[in-house]
């Protein structure tokens, strides 16, 4: 009987527990400095002190521990999709930023600013404009969506800012997760409130009667 017990308490965890943090399965970059510097780098843990941990230390820039685009690359034009084996539930991500901090000359590669797009195939389901990623750190910076989106085939991230240099630029590693990150950086695409033109019929309606509000003032 408490074999049994036994039985379907562990086929009940292995249906509900799961591991909350997971890489990506493929990456792709729009350029890539080297065959030592490519964008699978960045889904490897290659350069954490412990792979697969959000709260992880990255390595210095090293051969094979980072994603380096090819030189002269202008920053706005810089981006990295990452894939997944099949549709995903993702609630946040986790980035380690590029460290050319600690090289001694020709540094500041480092993303400051960058797009956001979650897709399903070619459609896009959320995106994210202009987020902030801070330079010089071998922490992970933690980003959370306000719900849990489904159906995520891959995720583009776009460089819109680096430090200082517009030589190159990169990253170091990224996890993704599959609920919510507490504490995180909250990402948000609420749009603004869009003012919407009236037309010509409109316009002549509110002339109107700004004439009539206008002659019963002088009548008093």
């Known amino acids: 009987m408490k074999k049994v017990i036994l039985s379907v308490l562990f086929a009940i965890l292995a249906t509900t527990g799961h591991a909350a943090t997971f890489s990506?399965?493929?990456?792709?970059?729009?350029?890539?400095f080297s065959s030592q510097?490519?964008?699978?780098?960045?889904?490897?843990?290659s350069g954490l002190s412990a792979p697969g941990d959000p709260g992880a230390s990255h390595a210095d820039y090293a051969v094979n521990n980072h994603w380096t685009t090819a030189r002269n690359t202008v920053a706005e034009?810089?981006?990295i999709e990452w894939s997944f084996a099949g549709p995903s539930d993702l609630g946040g991500i986790y980035i380690w930023n590029h460290r050319s901090n600690v090289i001694s000359s020709n540094d500041g590669y480092e993303p400051v600013l960058f797009d956001l797009t979650l897709l399903n195939g070619t459609t896009v389901i959320e995106s994210f404009d202009?987020?902030?990623?801070?330079?010089?750190t071998d922490k992970a910076q933690a980003f959370t969506f306000d719900a849990?989106?489904?159906n995520v085939t891959s995720v583009l991230f776009?460089?819109?800012?680096?430090?200082s240099s517009n030589n190159y630029t990169g990253l170091a590693e990224v996890l993704f997760d599959d609920a919510l990150i507490a504490g995180a950086t909250l990402l948000s695409n609420a749009p603004s409130p869009t003012p919407v033109p009236l037309p010509a019929g409109g316009l002549l309606l509110l002339s109107g009667v700004a004439g009539i509000a206008a002659m019963r003032r002088k009548r008093r």
């Open 24 to 32: 990506a399965t493929g990456a792709s970059a729009s350029s890539e």
């Open 77 to 79: 034009d810089a981006s």
């Open 37 to 45: 510097y490519v964008a699978e780098n960045t889904i490897d843990g």
């Open 148 to 150: 849990v989106v489904s």
């Open 130 to 136: 202009d987020v902030a990623l801070s330079p010089d």
């Open 158 to 163: 776009e460089v819109e800012a680096v430090q």
